[in-house]
């Protein structure tokens, strides 16, 4: 039988000191009033080389880091590391606790075993909308359509099909009421503030939250995650907005930082209020303990504004360039400025092709998997022309498939990855807690979390 319930709250890369400025902020807060009943830790996540959510977070799940669970991209096919080194998620299932997933990184396909799975929600850019229970699919559906047509620049448009679709699972999914008006709320500020469309991505948070909630409150399970990437969004763009002081010299004009100076505290305000539901949650289900992990963290990165990035709007056209058919290559999930494509047939070809084209005189930079993967790097800022060269021969803009994209909000990555992240756990039975400072690896959630569910020994555990 399990010892207690884990309910965990994926708050992707938020560092302890975007926690205590919100709290400081925001006194009468979720976050605030509830100090005192959370442990709370800084971790640090023992990875080498270049750190990502791809990695960072298969660490945290998993208890290891990444020189053994090598995972590092979209979608990368995890049947042989799940053998080894399984997520908690399925290793607690494994054990007989009943799991449910909501987002978490690597969490697609859902498992082919649903015996102790209660719900499962592949993250966001999974390839395809399947999910557990299979009504859930239409949100994903919607969900995921969204996250592509607003890579860079949110697309503006009302999806109006897709939301009428969503209306008719209104009841089935669990949107409430406050929800509906709040997102209503969002597209009316919009028509007179037109830079409030990057909060969408947010709502998309919003929503989901709704549909998990449904889902753990009718069903339960020992195990549950909730992945949310809104504030780690909003803080790569607007850092230099909320911590000016942070820079040497910063480049972004006073109205910039006018502008979007309390975007990070607004997207911390909606993870509170997610994390106000999930505390009323516990408090009424004592037997749930409430835990909140980022897996690393962001500071300031020096940086300025950007007029213009690099992208590619039609593949078709760019893999002619690099002398590929429709046939030869498909296009995978990716969050720009990378671009992933899946190259089997001619792709000892296509290395070599790219490792001869350049843009403006710099070499493409790009990485190559298993199974034909590749991962091109543009995002090329403030170009004021752009000459692809392929072989050394030129293609034209008209002709290579790419876009010089005007950034809306000028937005650059003012705040970057970190390997000091934060965790915390609650519940009210904890009583008065001393806050400390201690710090401990990102890799101890793994351990912990199979001693609070199934009562696995472990010298020190963390709530």
Not at 307 to 321: G, I, K, P, S
Not at 362 to 388: C, K, Y
Not at 415 to 435: D, E, M, R, S, T
């Amino acid at each position: 039988m399990p010892n207690q319930k884990v309910i965990l709250f994926e708050l992707n890369e938020v560092p302890v000191k975007i926690l205590d400025y919100f709290v400081k902020a925001r006194p009468n807060s979720w976050l605030a009033k509830s100090a005192s009943f959370r442990k709370s830790y800084s971790t640090f996540v023992p990875n080498s080389g270049h750190l990502s959510p791809w990695n960072t977070w298969p660490s945290l799940h998993r208890g290891v880091a990444n020189d053994k669970h090598f995972l590092s991209d979209f979608n990368q096919d995890v049947t042989e590391i799940d053998r080894e080194f399984p997520p908690i998620w399925k290793e607690l299932s494994r054990q007989g606790a009943r799991v449910g997933v909501f987002g978490s990184l690597h969490s697609f396909p859902v498992p082919d075993e649903l015996d102790n799975v209660a719900f499962h929600v592949p993250d966001v850019f999974a390839p395809s909308s399947e999910c557990f229970p299979d009504e859930i699919s239409v949100f994903q559906e919607i969900n995921l359509a969204l996250s592509r047509e607003s890579a860079r620049n949110v697309n503006g448009r009302i999806p109006v099909r897709e939301a009428a679709e969503l209306a008719l699972s209104f009841r089935q999914l669990g949107f409430r009421f406050s929800t509906v008006t709040d997102v209503m709320g969002q597209i009316l500020s919009e028509r007179f503030n037109k830079w409030k469309t990057t909060r969408r991505r947010t709502y998309q948070t919003v929503i989901g939250f709704d549909v998990f909630m449904r889902q753990l409150d009718e069903k339960r399970p020992d195990f549950v995650t909730f992945f949310t990437n809104h504030v780690a969004s909003s803080m790569h763009r607007y850092w230099a907005a909320a911590f000016p002081e942070d820079y040497d010299e910063l480049k972004f004009t006073d109205a910039w930082i006018r502008t979007y100076e309390d975007e990070v505290l607004w997207t911390m305000q909606k993870a509170d209020d997610m994390l106000s539901r999930l505390g009323s949650f516990v408090d009424r289900h004592p037997e749930y303990v409430l835990v909140c992990a980022s897996s690393m963290g962001q500071e300031a990165v020096e940086c300025e504004p950007i007029e213009t990035q690099l992208y590619v709007n039609d593949h078709r056209a760019l893999m002619a360039a690099f002398g590929l058919q429709s046939i030869d290559f498909e296009v995978l999930p990716a969050m720009v400025p990378q671009f992933n494509y899946r190259v089997e047939r001619k792709a000892e070809e296509f290395e070599v092709t790219l490792s001869q084209s350049d843009v403006n005189g710099v070499p493409l930079e790009f990485r190559r998997a298993e199974s034909g993967f590749f991962s091109i790097d543009f995002g090329h800022r403030n170009l004021r022309e752009v000459q692809l060269h392929v072989k050394g021969t030129l293609v034209s803009l008209e002709n290579s498939g790419l876009t010089n994209t005007v950034v809306e909000d000028m937005s650059n990555a003012s705040a970057y990855h970190i390997p000091q992240g934060h965790l915390w756990a609650y519940n009210p039975a904890f009583g008065a807690v001393k806050h400390t400072e201690t710090e401990i690896s990102a890799l101890d959630f793994f351990d912990a979390t199979m001693h609070s569910v199934i009562g696995k020994e472990i010298s020190v555990p963390l709530w």
